[in-house]
């Protein structure tokens, strides 16, 4: 299988066969930057993904003081650089439209039924596999208090983020908001692409030793 993606100085990578020493931390930093949490959904400023992970990822040291830690979590939306962003909305939409197409031709639903959530899934596991053996840290799979402490706190600053973003709203769709919420070193306000790109850079070089620049 070939999967062409093109990077930022215009060469084409292979996703379904990437190696580690393709893996481009400033670009990375840079395309989370430009990537909107809630699809951009709100008013104001766009809270990026480059600014979900570094404020999640400071918000797991000042409450663990563990670097390595905040440095996974740092990482955990690495693939929507090359991947983009496939909300949890669109995933659930695909998946039942998916089930529909074969229903009309005379398939079985449920034979595939949770099949496109998990290809979505096993799509994002694969490349952020290659994204931790770039930056030298072990799988998440071989980390399961790391694996559980950064999912957790994805879903804390998906609740926090949605409160922030829509104050008069009720429950937050789709999001688990019984958990404690972050403890957050600043408000949940839209950064800017330029300010947000700086941030997740220099975190990756106070949590993991990577240096873009």
């Not at 215009?10 to 699809?39: E, T, Y």
């Not at 979590?73 to 496939?86: I, R, T």
């Amino acid at each position: 299988m070939r999967i062409p993606n093109i990077m930022h100085d215009g060469s084409v990578i292979n996703l379904a066969a990437l190696r580690a020493d393709q893996i481009d931390f400033a670009h990375m930093a840079s395309s989370l930057s430009k990537i909107a949490r809630f699809c951009g959904r709100h008013h104001d400023a766009a809270v990026s993904v480059a600014q979900h992970s570094v404020m999640g990822a400071d918000a797991l040291f000042s409450e663990t003081g563990d670097g390595v830690l905040a440095g996974y979590f740092l990482l955990h939306d690495g693939h929507e650089y090359l991947l983009g962003d496939v909300s949890r909305p669109a995933a659930l939409m695909i998946a039942w439209m998916a089930e529909a197409c074969l229903a009309e031709r005379g398939a079985d639903p449920a034979a595939v039924k949770g099949a496109v959530k998990e290809g979505i899934d096993r799509a994002k596991a694969a490349i952020d596999a290659v994204i931790l053996q770039a930056a030298g840290l072990p799988a998440l799979a071989r980390m399961p208090a790391y694996r559980r402490q950064v999912a957790q706190m994805d879903e804390r600053m998906c609740a926090a983020e949605g409160r922030a973003l829509y104050p008069t709203a009720g429950p937050i769709p789709l999001v688990q908001t019984s958990l404690p919420p972050p403890k957050l070193t600043g408000a949940i306000r839209g950064w800017g692409a330029m300010k947000a790109e700086e941030a997740f850079a220099e975190r990756l070089d106070r949590y993991l030793g990577i240096v873009t620049r």
